[in-house]
Protein backbone atom coordinates (compact mmCIF):
# COMPACT_ATOMS: atom_id res chain seq x y z
CA UNK A 1 0.00 0.00 0.00
CA UNK A 2 1.12 3.39 -0.50
CA UNK A 3 3.10 5.26 2.61
CA UNK A 4 3.64 8.72 3.86
CA UNK A 5 6.40 9.09 5.60
CA UNK A 6 7.11 11.71 8.04
CA UNK A 7 10.16 13.19 9.81
CA UNK A 8 11.04 13.66 12.55
CA UNK A 9 9.00 11.78 14.69
CA UNK A 10 9.83 13.27 17.42
CA UNK A 11 11.49 16.59 18.02
CA UNK A 12 12.35 18.54 21.58
CA UNK A 13 12.92 22.58 20.96
CA UNK A 14 13.56 25.56 23.25
CA UNK A 15 10.72 28.33 23.15
CA UNK A 16 11.43 30.88 20.51
CA UNK A 17 12.96 28.49 18.21
CA UNK A 18 11.35 27.11 14.86
CA UNK A 19 10.74 23.54 13.89
CA UNK A 20 10.39 22.21 10.35
CA UNK A 21 8.37 19.10 10.18
CA UNK A 22 8.52 16.67 6.29
CA UNK A 23 5.67 14.93 4.82
CA UNK A 24 6.62 12.69 1.88
CA UNK A 25 4.46 10.99 -0.34
CA UNK A 26 6.79 7.53 -0.44
CA UNK A 27 5.64 5.56 -3.79
CA UNK A 28 3.00 7.77 -5.03
CA UNK A 29 2.79 11.57 -6.20
CA UNK A 30 0.36 13.74 -4.46
CA UNK A 31 -0.91 17.18 -5.15
CA UNK A 32 -3.07 17.77 -1.91
CA UNK A 33 -1.81 16.88 1.40
CA UNK A 34 -3.23 17.86 4.78
CA UNK A 35 -1.50 18.90 7.91
CA UNK A 36 -3.59 17.70 10.88
CA UNK A 37 -2.70 18.84 15.03
CA UNK A 38 -3.93 16.75 18.10
CA UNK A 39 -3.35 17.45 21.20
CA UNK A 40 -3.73 15.24 24.56
CA UNK A 41 -7.18 13.10 24.56
CA UNK A 42 -8.62 15.28 22.24
CA UNK A 43 -9.52 15.09 18.27
CA UNK A 44 -6.83 15.50 15.77
CA UNK A 45 -7.87 19.33 14.52
CA UNK A 46 -7.20 20.17 10.69
CA UNK A 47 -4.71 22.76 10.68
CA UNK A 48 -4.73 23.36 6.33
CA UNK A 49 -4.57 21.89 3.53
CA UNK A 50 -1.38 22.01 1.55
CA UNK A 51 -1.97 22.01 -2.54
CA UNK A 52 1.56 21.73 -4.81
CA UNK A 53 2.61 24.57 -6.45
CA UNK A 54 0.26 26.85 -4.61
CA UNK A 55 -0.55 28.34 -1.32
CA UNK A 56 -1.75 26.41 1.58
CA UNK A 57 -4.97 26.97 2.63
CA UNK A 58 -5.92 27.57 6.19
CA UNK A 59 -8.21 26.50 8.55
CA UNK A 60 -9.72 29.25 10.88
CA UNK A 61 -8.20 29.73 13.69
CA UNK A 62 -4.75 28.80 12.70
CA UNK A 63 -2.16 31.34 12.05
CA UNK A 64 -0.56 31.04 8.97
CA UNK A 65 2.66 32.88 9.78
CA UNK A 66 3.43 30.78 12.43
CA UNK A 67 2.74 27.55 10.75
CA UNK A 68 4.25 27.43 7.42
CA UNK A 69 3.28 25.43 4.70
CA UNK A 70 5.53 24.24 1.68
CA UNK A 71 4.85 21.83 -0.82
CA UNK A 72 7.26 22.07 -3.80
CA UNK A 73 7.57 19.10 -4.99
CA UNK A 74 4.59 16.06 -5.95
CA UNK A 75 5.86 14.49 -2.91
CA UNK A 76 6.98 16.57 -0.13
CA UNK A 77 5.60 19.12 1.94
CA UNK A 78 7.00 20.53 5.07
CA UNK A 79 5.56 22.10 7.65
CA UNK A 80 7.60 24.85 9.85
CA UNK A 81 6.31 26.22 13.40
CA UNK A 82 7.96 29.38 13.82
CA UNK A 83 8.98 30.76 17.01
CA UNK A 84 8.07 27.83 18.83
CA UNK A 85 5.85 28.00 22.26
CA UNK A 86 5.42 25.26 24.68
CA UNK A 87 1.50 26.32 23.92
CA UNK A 88 2.45 24.86 20.25
CA UNK A 89 3.21 21.40 21.91
CA UNK A 90 1.51 18.92 20.44
CA UNK A 91 1.08 15.92 18.21
CA UNK A 92 1.08 17.38 14.01
CA UNK A 93 -0.23 14.28 11.52
CA UNK A 94 0.38 14.80 7.83
CA UNK A 95 -1.84 12.87 5.14
CA UNK A 96 -1.55 12.96 1.71
CA UNK A 97 -4.12 12.08 -1.29
CA UNK A 98 -3.68 9.52 -3.99
CA UNK A 99 -5.79 10.91 -6.19
CA UNK A 100 -6.97 8.34 -8.56
CA UNK A 101 -8.11 6.09 -5.61
CA UNK A 102 -9.50 8.87 -3.91
CA UNK A 103 -7.59 7.49 -0.88
CA UNK A 104 -5.87 9.27 2.30
CA UNK A 105 -3.08 8.17 3.40
CA UNK A 106 -1.40 9.39 6.57
CA UNK A 107 1.94 9.71 8.21
CA UNK A 108 2.67 8.57 12.17
CA UNK A 109 2.96 11.67 13.37
CA UNK A 110 5.37 14.07 14.98
CA UNK A 111 5.49 14.58 18.41
CA UNK A 112 6.75 18.30 19.20
CA UNK A 113 7.65 19.37 23.08
CA UNK A 114 8.66 23.07 23.20
CA UNK A 115 10.40 23.80 26.27
CA UNK B 1 -19.76 24.10 12.80
CA UNK B 2 -19.38 20.29 12.52
CA UNK B 3 -18.76 18.36 15.52
CA UNK B 4 -17.87 14.85 15.92
CA UNK B 5 -18.72 13.14 19.59
CA UNK B 6 -17.59 9.38 19.92
CA UNK B 7 -18.70 7.47 23.01
CA UNK B 8 -17.30 5.95 25.16
CA UNK B 9 -13.76 7.60 25.61
CA UNK B 10 -12.51 4.53 26.78
CA UNK B 11 -13.81 1.01 26.61
CA UNK B 12 -11.77 -2.57 28.66
CA UNK B 13 -13.46 -5.49 27.73
CA UNK B 14 -11.88 -9.57 28.11
CA UNK B 15 -11.04 -11.26 24.77
CA UNK B 16 -14.15 -12.43 23.17
CA UNK B 17 -16.06 -10.19 23.58
CA UNK B 18 -18.40 -8.37 21.20
CA UNK B 19 -18.49 -4.28 20.97
CA UNK B 20 -19.81 -1.36 19.63
CA UNK B 21 -18.17 1.93 19.14
CA UNK B 22 -20.89 4.76 18.97
CA UNK B 23 -20.23 8.03 16.62
CA UNK B 24 -22.51 10.78 16.42
CA UNK B 25 -21.89 14.03 13.84
CA UNK B 26 -24.06 17.01 13.72
CA UNK B 27 -24.17 17.57 9.66
CA UNK B 28 -26.06 15.60 7.62
CA UNK B 29 -24.83 16.40 4.47
CA UNK B 30 -21.88 14.36 4.99
CA UNK B 31 -19.81 12.72 1.48
CA UNK B 32 -18.57 9.91 3.54
CA UNK B 33 -18.25 8.37 7.31
CA UNK B 34 -14.62 6.77 8.25
CA UNK B 35 -13.45 4.39 10.71
CA UNK B 36 -9.68 4.54 11.78
CA UNK B 37 -7.86 2.92 13.74
CA UNK B 38 -4.41 4.87 15.65
CA UNK B 39 -2.35 2.90 17.86
CA UNK B 40 0.86 4.98 19.67
CA UNK B 41 3.28 6.60 17.68
CA UNK B 42 1.82 5.60 14.19
CA UNK B 43 -0.62 6.67 11.85
CA UNK B 44 -3.79 6.87 11.35
CA UNK B 45 -5.09 3.11 9.63
CA UNK B 46 -8.10 3.41 7.63
CA UNK B 47 -11.08 0.63 8.75
CA UNK B 48 -13.95 1.38 6.93
CA UNK B 49 -15.18 3.93 4.65
CA UNK B 50 -19.53 4.35 4.06
CA UNK B 51 -20.39 6.12 1.66
CA UNK B 52 -23.51 8.49 2.40
CA UNK B 53 -25.49 6.49 0.16
CA UNK B 54 -24.77 3.61 2.04
CA UNK B 55 -26.16 1.99 5.28
CA UNK B 56 -23.29 -0.13 6.47
CA UNK B 57 -20.01 -1.72 5.46
CA UNK B 58 -18.17 -4.68 6.78
CA UNK B 59 -14.68 -6.02 6.71
CA UNK B 60 -13.73 -9.73 8.74
CA UNK B 61 -14.54 -9.00 12.35
CA UNK B 62 -15.76 -5.32 11.70
CA UNK B 63 -19.32 -3.98 10.87
CA UNK B 64 -19.44 -0.34 10.67
CA UNK B 65 -23.27 1.20 9.76
CA UNK B 66 -24.50 4.94 9.36
CA UNK B 67 -28.06 6.32 9.59
CA UNK B 68 -27.59 9.57 8.47
CA UNK B 69 -31.03 11.38 9.81
CA UNK B 70 -30.09 10.49 13.06
CA UNK B 71 -26.29 11.42 12.86
CA UNK B 72 -25.31 8.45 13.97
CA UNK B 73 -22.33 5.89 13.06
CA UNK B 74 -21.58 2.79 15.21
CA UNK B 75 -18.77 0.13 14.60
CA UNK B 76 -19.59 -3.20 15.84
CA UNK B 77 -16.46 -5.79 16.42
CA UNK B 78 -16.61 -9.48 16.72
CA UNK B 79 -14.93 -11.68 18.92
CA UNK B 80 -12.10 -8.70 20.14
CA UNK B 81 -8.45 -10.38 20.53
CA UNK B 82 -5.60 -8.05 22.78
CA UNK B 83 -4.45 -7.30 19.10
CA UNK B 84 -8.05 -4.61 18.69
CA UNK B 85 -6.13 -2.46 21.43
CA UNK B 86 -5.97 0.78 19.95
CA UNK B 87 -7.98 4.01 19.86
CA UNK B 88 -10.49 4.05 17.14
CA UNK B 89 -11.75 7.27 15.61
CA UNK B 90 -14.67 8.14 13.09
CA UNK B 91 -14.59 11.03 10.98
CA UNK B 92 -16.96 12.79 8.57
CA UNK B 93 -15.82 13.88 5.48
CA UNK B 94 -17.57 17.13 4.95
CA UNK B 95 -15.78 18.76 1.84
CA UNK B 96 -13.21 17.19 -0.45
CA UNK B 97 -11.06 14.92 1.66
CA UNK B 98 -11.64 17.32 4.70
CA UNK B 99 -12.04 15.00 7.55
CA UNK B 100 -13.75 16.07 10.88
CA UNK B 101 -12.49 13.60 13.44
CA UNK B 102 -14.06 12.34 16.81
CA UNK B 103 -12.55 12.32 20.08
CA UNK B 104 -11.40 8.68 19.76
CA UNK B 105 -12.32 5.69 22.24
CA UNK B 106 -9.81 4.25 23.22
CA UNK B 107 -10.10 0.65 23.41
CA UNK B 108 -8.15 -2.12 26.10
CA UNK B 109 -8.96 -6.07 25.59
CA UNK B 110 -7.10 -7.95 27.65
CA UNK B 111 -6.40 -11.61 27.59
Known amino acids: GAVVSQHPSWVICKSGTSVKIECRSL??????MFWYRQFPKQSLMLMAT?????????EQGVEKDKFLINHASLTLSTLTVTSAHPEDSSFYIC???????????FGAGTRLSVL | KQEVTQIPAALSVPEGENLVLNCSFT??????LQWFRQDPGKGLTSLLL?????REQTSGRLNASLDKSSGRSTLYIAASQPGDSATYLC??????????FGTGTRLLVSP
Open chain 1, 50 to 58: SNEGSKATY
Open chain 2, 91 to 100: AEEVGFQKLV
Open chain 2, 50 to 54: IQSSQ
Open chain 2, 27 to 32: DSAIYN
Open chain 1, 27 to 32: DFQATT
Open chain 1, 95 to 105: SAILTRLGIQY
